[in-house]
């Protein structure tokens, strides 16, 4: 799960993070992409990404795009869709669901950097990433 790219929802009431599926019954709030980062807080090199395509799970890979440990762009490579980038960034929002050993972890966004190309993967060849959600 670490290096994993996860879904996690907002969650007001406790003021942080959780899985979808740990919010209360008929609430409903929008997700974004997370990843967990140990303790000091360095990025891995790659993350694994879910996405769907054309009806089909795939595992993706989210990759450094460059070798510097202190860069924070990413990118994933598809054969059929060519590259998404990403920015990966921190967030002061922590995960407070029921899993305790995730709590300690710091969280850090997973941003796309061209929404539009991501639209239009989508709304043409049904192309989307969902990210994983582990609970």
Do not use: W
């Not at 979808?20 to 790659?46: I, T, W």
């Not at 795939?58 to 060519?82: D, M």
């Not at 990403?86 to 995730?102: A, D, K, M, S």
């Amino acid at each position: 799960m670490k290096n994993t790219v996860q879904y996690l929802s907002f969650y007001p009431e406790a003021d942080g993070l959780v899985f979808p599926q740990e919010l209360p019954e008929d609430y409903y709030s929008l997700g974004k992409f997370y990843v967990f980062v140990n303790g000091n807080g360095c990025l891995a090199h790659r993350y694994y990404f879910d996405a769907e395509d054309e009806g089909k799970d795939v595992r993706l890979t989210l990759e450094r795009q460059k070798n510097s440990p202190s860069s924070n762009i990413y990118i994933v490579r598809t054969k059929k869709y060519g590259i998404f980038p990403f920015v990966i960034e921190p967030t002061h929002y922590q995960y407070v669901g029921r899993l305790q050993n995730l709590q300690s972890f710091r969280l850090f966004r997973v941003i796309p950097l061209n929404l539009a190309k991501l639209e239009e993967a989508c709304m043409r060849y049904r192309f989307f990433f969902c990210g994983a959600n582990d609970l």
